[in-house]
């Protein structure tokens, strides 16, 4: 990896697992941070963390889309639950290269279903601001805590922004700016 902020360095991970139950049997786990492609639609993959989880595990959902953390929550009813969306400027250059050309920044926030907000602490609270710090001990410097319900605004802000920048999302931006009888009016015969 080259980075702006690490420098470069090649990643070589402390452990490898073969198995997901493997991995479960070398807990207990304080977070279990899931990066996988969010098609929540498609498939429930909060079944595939649940080896993992146990008294005191929070689980850091780092993925784009909205609805993301429901499964999750459905499943586990009393586990803290961090919601992240991350804007990452980087490109892989070659393969096995990955460059950094820009800034990172990750936005953390609680998902508690409502139960939280300002003027109140939970779990979910306390843990998002802890997973932060470790972040910021590691050199993550944009690591920013929000509340809950800005968490989701945040979410949506980077969807409407990346629907721009994207060839297949300029209708989706529009419908977000103008009313939809007037984009049908511009768009039908």
């Known amino acids: 990896m080259r980075t702006r ?16 139950d493997e991995a479960a049997a070398n807990g ?3 977070y279990v941070i899931v990066t996988t492609k969010a098609l929540p639609d498609v498939s429930d ?3 595939l963390v649940a080896p993992f989880v146990s008294a005191g595990t929070a689980i850091v959902l780092i993925q784009n889309g909205i609805g993301v ?14 919601s992240g969306v991350t804007v ?8 096995g290269v990955v460059v950094q050309n820009r800034w990172t920044r990750i936005s953390l926030g ?12 939970t779990e979910a609270d306390a843990r998002t601001r802890e997973f932060a710090e470790l972040l910021g001990n590691g050199g993550i410097k944009d690591a920013e805590v929000y509340d809950e319900r800005m ?10 922004v990346r629907a721009f920048w994207q060839r297949r999302g300029v209708g989706v931006i529009m419908t977000l700016i103008m009313p939809l009888s007037h984009l049908l009016r511009s768009t039908l015969p």
């Open 69 to 82: 953390e429901q499964p999750y929550r459905t499943r586990f009813k009393d586990t803290a639950i961090i």
């Open 88 to 95: 990452c400027s980087a490109e892989q250059v070659e393969p």
């Open 5 to 20: 902020d690490f420098g470069d360095y090649h990643f070589a991970p402390t452990g490898v697992f073969r198995q997901p």
């Open 28 to 30: 207990p786990w304080d």
């Open 45 to 47: 993959d909060s079944v």
């Open 151 to 160: 968490l989701q605004m945040v979410r949506w802000h980077k969807i409407a």
């Open 110 to 121: 609680p998902f508690t279903q409502g139960k939280g907000g300002p003027g109140t602490a």
